[in-house]
C-alpha cells in the first residue's frame, strides 16, 4: 500500500488551497464542506456573533488556520476570540470558542479527534452542530454530550446563542 508523500509545515503554510485543509503531522486532510446546510448554519452563527461583537468583546472568524502544535493545524468552522487578541493570520494562541458544523459525510468519532485537538490546546468551549439530525453537542469534562437545554453557551461570559432560533433561521427560505 503507498502511502502519501508528507508535506513541510513550511509548504503547507505558504500555500493556498480551495477549500483550505487540516495539516495533521505532515499530510494534508479534506474537510467536508460545501453543502447547503453547512453553509447557512456557519454565516447564521457568525452573524450572530458579528452582530454582538461589542455587548459580547469577540470577534467570529470562519475558515481561519488554527495551531494546536507544531505539526498540527485545523481549520474550525467557526473560531470566536476576544476582541483583545491578537489580530495574527494564524491563530497561535487559545480561543474563546471553536464550532465544527457537521457535514453529511461527516462522523461523530471523526469529530471527536477535531474536538480533542481543541481541548489540547485549552479551548473551554466547543460546540458541534448537526444541521441534518437538528441536535448540538458541547465539550464537557466528560466528552462531548448532547445539548440538553437548547442554549449554546460560552463559560464566564454571557454568551448564550439558542440552537432552536439557529434552525428557524435556517427553514426560512
Same mark, same amino acid.
Given at each position: ?7 513541510? +509545515? ?8 480551495? %477549500? ?5 503531522? #505532515?499530510?494534508?486532510? !479534506? ?7 453547512? =453553509?447557512?448554519? /456557519?454565516?447564521?452563527? #457568525? ?12 470577534? %467570529?472568524? =470562519?475558515?481561519? &488556520?488554527? /495551531? ?8 474550525? *468552522?467557526?473560531? +470566536? ?7 495574527? =493570520?494564524?491563530? &497561535? ?6 464550532? !465544527? ?11 471527536? @479527534?477535531? +474536538? ?11 460546540? +458541534?452542530? *448537526? %444541521? ?5 453537542? @458541547? ?16 463559560? =464566564? ?11 428557524? /433561521?435556517? *427553514? @426560512?427560505?
Amino acid at each position: 500500500m503507498a502511502t502519501a508523500a508528507l508535506i513541510p +509545515v513550511s509548504e503547507y503554510l505558504r500555500t493556498t488551497y480551495r %477549500p483550505d485543509r487540516d495539516y495533521i503531522d #505532515g499530510e494534508l486532510k !479534506e474537510r467536508n464542506v460545501g453543502e447547503q446546510p453547512h =453553509g447557512d448554519i /456557519q454565516i447564521i452563527l #457568525g452573524t450572530i456573533f458579528r452582530n454582538s461583537r461589542l455587548e459580547w468583546g469577540v470577534r %467570529p472568524l =470562519g475558515d481561519t &488556520r488554527l /495551531q494546536i502544535t507544531s505539526s498540527r493545524y485545523r481549520i474550525p *468552522d467557526l473560531m +470566536v476570540l476576544r476582541n483583545t487578541d491578537p489580530k495574527d =493570520g494564524i491563530i &497561535r494562541f487559545v480561543p474563546l470558542l471553536c464550532v !465544527e458544523i457537521m457535514s453529511k459525510g461527516d462522523r461523530l468519532n471523526e469529530i471527536c @479527534e477535531r +474536538v480533542a485537538d481543541y481541548v489540547g490546546i485549552g479551548t473551554k468551549d466547543i460546540w +458541534v452542530i *448537526d %444541521p441534518w439530525k437538528r441536535v448540538a453537542y @458541547e465539550e464537557t469534562s466528560n466528552g462531548l454530550r448532547q445539548l440538553e437545554d437548547g442554549i449554546l453557551r460560552v463559560q =464566564g461570559t454571557s454568551i448564550e446563542v439558542s440552537l432552536a432560533d439557529i434552525f428557524a /433561521q435556517l *427553514d @426560512e427560505f
